[in-house]
């Protein structure tokens, strides 16, 4: 049996866990660097829980500054089973208006400079990505936000740019005619290293503005964003903890994957792997390299 940990990842706005219990903050070291602030773990409910702001405190760290790896491994570290990731977007359908919720399936990614995976030169591994979200924890959420009347969607398309600047209005455009329904500048890499280290992940994409395409609303700016993330930072504790309540001790095997993503991924000979890479897989994949 595994226990089941509860991650999660904090956004603009989002920058502590009103309602985390027995709370203590934890340095955890990490090879892969600095992650964006110490770890706050407590518990909520009789689940165990590890909250990292991913700006860090006070919004120190621009989305291409923060070192996903560090904070994808230091969750693991602490255990962390099922990660869930809040973040701030903007919309691409009038009916998704600021405070709405989109709980997305997909995510397209136009980052391009960014560490993006934990493998490489002396352990190449490719994991599969197809379906980057863990179902059972996206109807858990999805059932705490019908139980805390909180108006969501289930399913859609965030694509992932990479800042710091929002984007100009012919991109904004293309974007919502090729049929996507959020952007922000954090998702990945982020769902693709939880992928790799076996952690199941599910975005809570707040919608916060209609981004510059929308011919009766104001282009988006920072002012706009942080008023709309701090008047839902609320409802956000609120919706966490009650899935945190109702959340199973034991981790339920991911019906896409997700906690086996490492199964078969790994190319390298083990005579060809670089034993200073393995030392820092130690956490992300020492399931499969038999650390
Ligand atoms: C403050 S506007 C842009 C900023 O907000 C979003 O952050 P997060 O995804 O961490 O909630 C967006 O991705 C940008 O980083
Ligand atoms: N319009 C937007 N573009 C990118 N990231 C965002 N975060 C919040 N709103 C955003």
Redesign the pocket.
């Known amino acids: 049996m595994t226990k089941a940990v509860l991650g999660i990842i904090g956004?603009?706005g989002v920058y502590d866990l009103p309602g985390l219990e027995d709370m203590r903050e934890e340095r955890v070291a990490s090879p892969w660097g600095e992650p964006s602030d110490v770890l706050r773990v407590g518990r909520i409910g009789d689940t165990p829980i590890a909250f990292l702001p991913?700006?860090g405190r006070g919004h120190r760290l621009s989305?291409s500054d923060i070192n996903y790896r560090a904070n994808i491994d230091v969750m693991k570290r602490a255990g962390v089973t099922d990660l869930i990731s809040?973040?701030?977007?903007g919309s691409f359908k009038n009916e998704y208006h600021p405070g709405f919720f989109v709980l997305v399936d997909q995510y397209v990614d136009r980052t391009h400079r960014r560490e993006n995976s934990f493998f490489g030169r002396g352990c190449v591994a490719h994991v599969p990505m197809a379906h980057p979200v863990g179902p059972l924890l996206q109807e858990r959420i999805a059932s705490a936000a019908v139980a805390e009347g909180i108006p969501f969607t289930l399913g859609g398309t965030l694509v992932c740019i990479e800042?710091p600047q929002f984007s100009t209005y012919a991109e904004s455009i293309t974007y919502k005619h090729l049929g996507y329904d959020v952007i922000?500048?954090?998702?990945m890499p982020e769902a693709k290293l939880a992928r790799e280290a076996e952690i199941t992940y599910a975005t809570i994409a707040m919608v916060t503005d209609y981004d510059c395409w929308h011919p009766d609303h104001e282009d988006v700016d920072?002012a706009a964003?942080?008023a709309v993330?701090q008047q839902n930072a609320a409802k956000v504790a609120r919706l966490i903890a009650r899935v945190a309540k109702s959340f199973p001790a034991e981790h339920e095997p991911c019906p896409v994957r997700s906690d086996r993503a490492l199964d078969g991924a790994i190319m390298t000979a083990p005579s060809a792997q670089d034993p200073e890479l393995l030392k820092k897989l130690d956490a992300v994949a020492g399931r499969v390299l038999n650390l």
Do not use: F, I, W, Y
Not at 86 to 89: G, T
Not at 184 to 187: E, F, L, P, V
């Open positions: 956004g603009s991913r700006h989305p809040v973040s701030a977007c800042g922000g500048m954090t998702a920072v964003v942080v993330a």
